[in-house]
């Protein structure tokens, strides 16, 4: 019995983009859609009735960060991580290997595994596609992610060969390891940087192992979009239509409505709740700092369009004066409001595939949003 599954609803004519739905055994919902970053087990600031307030249905979860602290076996022990954290939504767990490359220094890839330091006690680790899976394991999180590398960007046609023939391999233990193929679903994740015949082996090899779903890696990486769009070009058409495509740290406005044209399903992004703990808010018109001292008698929402519970009830007067005085509520006000921009930003998708103008869409929000500036 697959814990993970994917229907197909319709394909938007104007684009490629496409209506799906992915059950899961804590719940279903429709795609695209944005995936909420809980590192540490929360998704910072926000409690889990504000993340069913704002329609969020799955949220992600860091294997490494909770491997280091509080350690997986505690999280076991409440009975999984939905317990831990009271989480009732589905949850999505990275397997590690973008956390090493992207916190350690120190750090030497073999066969077997990454030799690395723990980036806050500089003790030395080594995690294993085995390990990830064992620690995803004792998560208990819905969908986990096979342990791959993701290649510095940009790297020699040589690396990143050798490393997606790697990844591949990992691939194939993390299914060997995989204890409980009927309640958590796993992802390969599709490697190869911007070398389209990479792409397609990692796609091909990956296919062959017949996942439940796929995730694209190796991209929002510091490569320019337009390097991002021309791979996931020629990327998806290698997957299949009848699986979930998940875009990994992704992202911006643009990033997401330009994604799902090019057919991924699911996305996630640190962008939105980082960038509000230091007040910069996403609205129809483009970023907003509310810091910024034009807004200390500007008793406005932060978004006249959005009808989100901080622009319901605060003015922009108000949370930059929380902002000013590092008051945790404005973290939340702002937090709560980019989150429910992009959930909504994607609804909006959703519903533009429905009725066949995504592309139209995409025109008109780069447009009010400000992307089409030169
Ligand atoms: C913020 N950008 C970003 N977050 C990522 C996470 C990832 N996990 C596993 N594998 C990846 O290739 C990968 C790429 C990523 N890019
Ligand atoms: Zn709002």
Same mark, same amino acid.
């Given at each position: 019995?697959?814990?993970?599954?994917?229907?197909?609803?319709?394909?938007?004519?104007?684009t490629?983009?496409?209506l799906?739905?992915?059950t899961?055994?804590?719940?279903?919902?429709?795609?695209?859609?944005?995936?909420?970053?809980?590192?540490?087990? #929360?998704?910072?600031?926000?409690?889990?009735e504000?993340?069913?307030?704002?329609?969020?249905?799955?949220?992600?979860?860091?294997?490494?960060?909770?491997?280091?602290?509080?350690?997986?076996?505690?999280?076991?022990? /409440?009975?999984?991580?939905?317990?831990?954290?009271?989480?009732?939504?589905?949850?999505?767990?990275?397997?590690g290997?973008?956390?090493?490359?992207?916190l350690?220094?120190? %750090?030497?890839?073999?066969?077997?595994?990454?030799?690395?330091?723990?980036?806050?006690?500089?003790?030395?680790?080594?995690?294993?596609?085995?390990?990830?899976?064992?620690?995803?394991? /004792?998560?208990?999180?819905?969908?986990?992610?096979?342990?791959? &590398?993701?290649?510095?960007?940009?790297?020699?046609?040589?690396?990143?060969?050798?490393?997606?023939? %790697?990844?591949?391999?990992?691939?194939?233990?993390?299914?060997?390891?995989? &204890? %409980?193929?009927?309640?958590?679903?796993?992802?390969?994740?599709?490697?190869?940087?911007?070398? &389209?015949?990479?792409?397609?082996?990692?796609?091909?090899?990956?296919?062959?192992?017949?996942?439940?779903?796929?995730?694209?890696?190796g991209?929002?990486?510091?490569?320019?979009?337009?390097?991002?769009?021309?791979?996931?070009?020629?990327?998806?058409?290698?997957?299949?239509?009848?699986?979930?495509?998940?875009?990994?740290?992704?992202?911006?406005?643009?990033?997401?409505?330009?994604?799902?044209?090019?057919?991924?399903?699911?996305?996630?992004?640190?962008?939105? #709740?980082?960038?509000?703990?230091?007040?910069?808010?996403?609205?129809?018109?483009?970023?907003?700092?509310?810091?910024?001292?034009?807004?200390?008698?500007?008793?406005?929402?932060?978004?006249?369009?959005?009808?989100?519970? /901080?622009?319901?009830?605060?003015?922009? /007067?108000?949370?930059?004066?929380?902002m000013?005085?590092?008051?945790?509520?404005?973290?939340?006000?702002?937090?709560?409001?980019?989150?429910?921009?992009?959930?909504?930003?994607?609804?909006?998708?959703?519903?533009?595939?429905?009725?066949? %103008?995504?592309?139209?869409?995409?025109?008109?929000?780069?447009?009010?949003?400000?992307?089409?500036?030169?």
């Open positions: 019995m697959q814990p993970i599954k994917y229907e197909l609803i319709k394909t938007c004519k104007q490629g983009a496409r799906g739905r992915v899961t055994p804590h719940g279903s919902f429709e795609t695209p859609i944005f995936m909420p970053v809980g590192t540490l087990a #929360t998704v910072k600031t926000m409690s889990p504000d993340l069913h307030d704002m329609n969020a249905k799955i949220i992600l979860s860091n294997t490494y960060h909770l491997w280091l602290r509080p350690g997986e076996e505690i999280i076991r022990e /409440a009975g999984g991580l939905h317990k831990f954290m009271n989480w009732d939504g589905a949850i999505l767990t990275d397997s290997g973008f956390q090493v490359f992207s350690s220094d120190m %750090r030497e890839i073999e066969e077997e595994g990454v030799h690395f330091r723990n980036h806050l006690s500089g003790e030395k680790l080594f995690l294993t596609p085995e390990k990830a899976m064992h620690i995803q394991n /004792a998560l208990s999180s819905d969908i986990m992610m096979a342990f791959d &590398e993701c290649p510095p960007y940009p790297a020699s046609y040589e690396y990143m060969k050798n490393s997606v023939e %790697r990844t591949s391999r990992w691939a194939e233990r993390c299914l060997q390891a995989h &204890e %409980r193929k009927d309640v958590q679903g796993l992802f390969g994740i599709v490697q190869g940087g911007e070398y &389209e015949d990479l792409r397609k082996q990692s796609a091909a090899d990956l296919t062959s192992l017949d996942f439940p779903g796929y995730a694209v890696g991209l929002s990486v510091g490569e320019p979009k337009e390097v991002m769009n021309r791979v996931l070009d020629f990327t998806t058409p290698h997957l299949p239509t009848n699986k979930p495509r998940y875009l990994m740290g992704v992202g911006s406005p643009d990033s997401l409505i330009d994604g799902a044209i090019r057919g991924i399903d699911m996305f996630d992004c640190v962008l939105p #709740t980082r960038i509000a703990r230091n007040g910069t808010c996403m609205t129809s018109e483009g970023r907003l700092v509310i810091r910024n001292a034009k807004y200390a008698r500007d008793f406005r929402p932060i978004d006249e369009h959005c009808d989100c519970y /901080a622009c319901k009830n605060y003015s922009r /007067a108000y949370i930059r004066h929380l000013k005085c590092n008051e945790t509520f404005g973290f939340r006000l702002t937090t709560y409001h980019n989150l429910y921009f992009l959930l909504k930003l994607m609804e909006q998708v959703r519903e533009a595939i429905k009725e066949d %103008r995504l592309g139209d869409f995409r025109e008109a929000f780069f447009e009010q949003y400000g992307f089409n500036k030169p």
